[in-house]
């Protein structure tokens, strides 16, 4: 029997396959926040006038609103059954480095709930108005403001981690320290819908992911072993 | 040597003190056993032993050195079976075998199929793990562990769930184990007889 070690960008690739074909088998789990954010912005045009210029005012809103709570709904799916079934317990003891394999986890969580979420925003941007114009902007504004966002949200996830219902426990935790990005992903969207230039709250939204990616996994690790305890 | 080493062990859980001064040493060789009534510590015990709480006070060595020096290298070393397996039910039982271990070392299709003949469940898999009976996966489990290549093992009643051919099966693994000069530390309320080794038991109160 060959002993050999695996590299640790060999593991968290494999743990990364692990985790989408978990996913691909239990897929409306994975679907369920994309659901929910399209009905929750298309729930806006229904209900307001039609006006096209009263739609384009609230679909900043609209839009981080929804891409915000759909995440968090999303949440509860990043670590409860790894948990619960003791694989995490596997994760933190099979030597390799733990954070990096929470980072992996984390960025599966993103592809599968995160992408499908950028991919729709210039459905969701259109129903609420939004110009032909505007969707490169709103694109770039959701894609960065995803991204900081699972990471945000994975670190409560791993405080929440030993409380059996911790839903509110994680809005609680989650929620203020996604107002950042709440308000630099609203701003992008808004100037993008204006025709004005966006790179201001762009770059914000980017420095906010990079610090997420550079802070997240350490905090993330801290956690999750919390948790495990 | 595979040796690990438990000194003046203290460990509260909430208002309760499950630890007080614990010592014990554990050789490569030997299977130690963990015994107590219910709510005594032993999973607590190998919880802290795999470095997954933290002791109030106390050391524990690996090889002479402190498991807290190189958490990551000590974790390469060992292989932990808790009272959840670890698996997951949507994976098939190889498919489980292939991402686990495969986190840890190479593996091949021959080495998980091999392992899960060796467990008697040459049959099963290709089959979801949710689909196998609680004594199947926890075979399963222990096809994992034999495969892991780890020095030592910390079990927490790893005969739970299995019938008289799965106990049998898990007493070939340990013997196998210990022979090879690795070691073993097990939790559980039947102590278990090895018939090659010596077996010492710790029992808490």
Known sequence: MSASRVSFPAAAALLMARDLRLAMRRAGDSLLPLGFFLVVTTLFPLSLDPELSLLRDIAPAALWVGALLSSLLALDLLFRDDGQDGALE???LCGQPFAGLLLAKTAVHWLLTGLPLVLVAPLAATAL????????????????GTVALSLIGAVGAGLALSIRRNGPLLALLVLPLAVPVLIFGARATALAIQGEPVAAPLYLLGAIAVLSATLAPWALAAAVRIGLE | MNDIEAEDLHLWRGDVQVLRGLTFVASGGECLQITGANGSGKTTLLRALCGLVPLEQGRIRWRGMDITA?????????AYLGHDNGLKGDLTATENLRFGLGLRRRITATDCAGALV????AEHGDLPLRRLSAGQ???????RLSLTGAALWLLDEPAANLDAGGQQLLLQLLQAHVSTGCAAVVATHQLLELSDSPVRSVKLQ
């Open chain 1, 90 to 92: 596997q994760l933190a």
């Open chain 1, 129 to 144: 108005g939004a110009p032909y114009a505007a969707m490169p902007g709103i694109l770039a504004a959701v894609l960065l």
């Open chain 2, 70 to 78: 190189d958490p990551s290298a000590y974790h390469s070393e060992l």
């Open chain 2, 118 to 121: 060796r467990m008697g469940l």
């Open chain 2, 137 to 143: 996966r926890r075979r399963v489990a222990l096809a």
